[in-house]
Nanobody, 124 residues
Framework: VQLQASGGGLVQAGDSLRLSCAAS????????RGWFRQAPGKERKFVAA??????YYTDSVKGRFTISRDSAKNTVYLQMNSLKAEDTAIYYC????????????????????WGPGTLVTVSS
């Protein structure tokens, strides 16, 4: 089972990026799919998640980021608009069977599978 995130890069403040997380090895249609990020020297934090219960976002990205999934492709996306310098981090995608709704979807330990991460750098 693998999760592979892609789409990171170096952009300027105000720009947009779309991250993708492709899953292989099994179907995650019943799993919550989440995005977390980790800035240098800081702990990994919740960004967004999508489950059968709905979509969830951390406050700092509400209105700027949108999470979506294409079940046929076993892929989840994170559209990031109006990027800010403070969005700079390594972004990790994850899948979890126990992350069924709030608050479990925002908890790192509720996710069973993790991708290796993709770096997003936003210059101000």
């Amino acid at each position: 089972v693998q999760l592979q995130a892609s789409g990171g890069g170096l952009v300027q403040a105000g720009d947009s990026l779309r991250l993708s997380c492709a899953a292989s090895g099994r179907t995650f249609s019943t799993y919550a799919r989440g995005w977390f990020r980790q800035a240098p020297g800081k702990e990994r934090k919740f960004v967004a998640a999508i489950s059968r219960s709905g979509t969830y976002y951390t406050d700092s990205v509400k209105g700027r980021f949108t999470i979506s999934r294409d079940s046929a492709k076993n892929t989840v996306y994170l559209q990031m608009n109006s990027l800010k310098a403070e969005d700079t981090a390594i972004y990790y995608c994850a899948a979890g069977a126990r992350a069924t709704g709030y608050p479990s979807v925002i908890q790192v330990h509720q996710y069973d599978y993790w991708g290796p991460g993709t770096l997003v750098t936003v210059s101000s």
